[in-house]
């Protein structure tokens, strides 16, 4: 229990310095900040590029698997794919009976 109160009483106390530098301007220099300044933009920038990037896959792999579902359902519906012993339950909302 002690380790976690001074671990957060050394991040708490961290957080308030670097607000502290942060009103001060980092030091007071306007080259220290232009620095964070483009070392935050560097880090941000492929940060949100690699982000787009895995939701643009994910929805590219989403529309390609219900393309490929739809189609095998088309191609089984027309006979075009055979099974080859292997007995396809037909569960469509259209059939009647059991």
Known sequence: MGFSRDLWS??????????????RGLG????????WLAFTVLLAIPIFVLLALAVI??????IAAVLVSWLWSVMM???AV???GVTVID???TRSGP
Do not use: D, K, N
């Not at 708490?12 to 530098?21: I, V």
């Not at 007071?28 to 620095?35: C, K, N, P, Y």
């Not at 896959?57 to 989403?62: I, K, N, P, V, Y």
């Open 91 to 93: 569960v469509s909302p």
């Open 10 to 23: 050394r991040l708490s106390t961290g957080a308030a310095e670097g607000r502290q530098a942060w009103s």
């Open 57 to 62: 896959g994910a929805l590219a792999l989403t």
């Open 82 to 84: 055979r099974t080859r």
């Open 77 to 79: 519906r027309a006979g």
């Open 28 to 35: 007071g220099g306007a080259v220290e900040r232009a620095m």
